[in-house]
Nanobody, 114 residues
Framework: QVQLVESGGGLVQPGGSLRLSCAAS????????MGWYRRAPGKERELVAA??????TYADSVKGRFTISSDNAKNTVYLEMNSLKPEDTAVYYC?????????WGQGTQVTVSS
């Protein structure tokens, strides 16, 4: 079984920065994709960013502000979020396709407010 543990959410002022981390543990043979989704109040869950061995992809709304990276030795994915806006407020969920199965983290709240 694989578990994803997230950290790094919180309250930040507009224009500020946060870094999210997600560590995968358990019986990991192959991590194909790791990434982040978010769900804002009253909205559908949306992909924020994802990373594979072939590269990374971002939602248009975060391009140029967010950066996803990974440490394969630690099975950890990071999301560096800069120039945060109130509309970035959401619960952020770590996602991973590991051993050809999908896993989700418990979610971490990010609130951007003055």
């Amino acid at each position: 079984q694989v578990q994803l543990v997230e950290s790094g959410g919180g309250l930040v002022q507009p224009g500020g920065s946060l870094r999210l981390s997600c560590a995968a543990s358990g019986s990991i043979f192959r991590a194909n994709t790791m990434g982040w989704y978010r769900r804002a109040p009253g909205k559908e869950r949306e992909l924020v960013a994802a990373i594979t061995t072939r590269g990374s992809t971002y939602a248009d709304s975060v391009k140029g502000r967010f950066t996803i990276s990974s440490d394969n030795a630690k099975n950890t994915v990071y999301l560096e979020m800069n120039s945060l806006k109130p509309e970035d407020t959401a619960v952020y969920y770590c996602y991973a396709n590991i051993n050809w199965s999908d896993y989700w983290g418990q979610g971490t709240q990010v609130t951007v407010s003055s």
